[in-house]
């Protein structure tokens, strides 16, 4: 008895993916002219696919089996897995780049859109905010629903290629980092096999109001080396000046504070500081206080 061994070219151990409508041909790594073969998908044998090379137009696991001029048959080559997607659905969310505090309103956007060669119907994007956001509005109101924290955004057709766009106003409760996620889904049927893009999260750093470390200590550690204002990214304008306790100016920023004084040449000791604010609607306002300066012996 000869025994035979045949191996796909493209053989791989994980599925390969094509668009529907683009055609896959599978050859044998090691044809012999000699032999004839039988082409199987799904466990079933191809009528007459007999040949090394086979085109694959639809969904399945495919292998192949060579038999030579004694009748004598190979094993079945390894699974070759083809999936041919209709449509790949893909969400995104993005929030607002600018800083924003507790109350304050700022924007989500969500784009869908769909990667696929096949226009799909019924999409759902679902977006469940936590309990530490408060929503305010979407600019689609005729596709949202927004009920008990969770909104759904019903597509009734994505266009191939054709991004739709919603935007949320919504506020932060508290101060800290927020983490939201939109998914997207479909029940029209058609087949999407990467669930990757299916759900993206965005988050958002909700920032308290202005405070003033009364302390720093420059020894290098990474620790209360520089006077970090906590806040100040929330004002459209500030200016930062600190004084001695004879009232001697020993500081001052210049284009609004950078987070970046460290004390540098001064002395330990009791400093003062004013601190004046201009918030994005215009209104002016100050804070002072007075900051201790400690270094290592």
Not at 198 to 227: A, F, M, R, W, Y
């Amino acid at each position: 008895m000869i025994l035979l061994q045949v191996n796909l070219a493209k053989a791989q151990t994980i599925p390969h993916r094509e668009f529907a409508g683009t055609p896959v041909t599978l050859r044998l790594a090691n044809p012999d002219a000699n032999f004839t073969y039988q082409w199987y998908r799904d466990g079933r044998a191809l009528p007459g696919q007999t040949s090394s090379t086979l085109i694959v137009t639809e969904t399945g696991n495919y292998r192949v089996m060579a038999i030579n001029q004694g009748n004598c048959a190979s094993d079945l080559s390894d699974v070759f897995s083809v999936f041919f997607m209709d449509s790949d659905l893909e969400v995104t969310k993005k929030s607002d780049a600018r800083a924003v505090g507790p109350n304050e309103t700022f924007e989500y956007i969500i784009t869908a859109i769909n990667h696929g060669n096949t226009d799909n119907t019924a999409v759902l994007v679902e977006d469940v905010l936590p309990s530490s956001l408060r929503f305010i509005s979407v600019n689609k109101s005729e596709e949202v629903t927004y009920i008990n924290g969770v909104i759904k955004w019903n597509i009734p057709l994505l266009v191939v290629n054709v991004p739709q766009e919603l935007k949320i106003q919504v506020q932060g409760k508290i101060e800290g980092l927020v983490a939201n996620t939109a998914k997207i889904s479909s029940t029209s049927g058609l087949l999407d096999p990467i669930p990757s893009n299916n759900q993206d999260t965005d988050e958002k750093n909700i920032i308290g109001n202005i405070k003033v470390p009364n302390v720093i200590t420059p020894n290098g550690d990474g620790k209360n080396d520089v006077l970090k204002i906590k806040g100040i990214e929330l004002y459209k304008e500030n200016s930062f000046a600190i004084f001695n306790r004879w009232g001697n100016e020993v500081f001052r920023s210049s284009g609004g504070y950078q987070n970046n004084w460290n004390g540098d040449g001064l002395s330990e000791g009791t400093y003062y500081y004013v601190l004046k604010l201009v918030s994005r609607e215009g209104i002016s306002s100050s804070v002072t206080g007075w900051i201790t300066l400690l270094r290592d012996k």
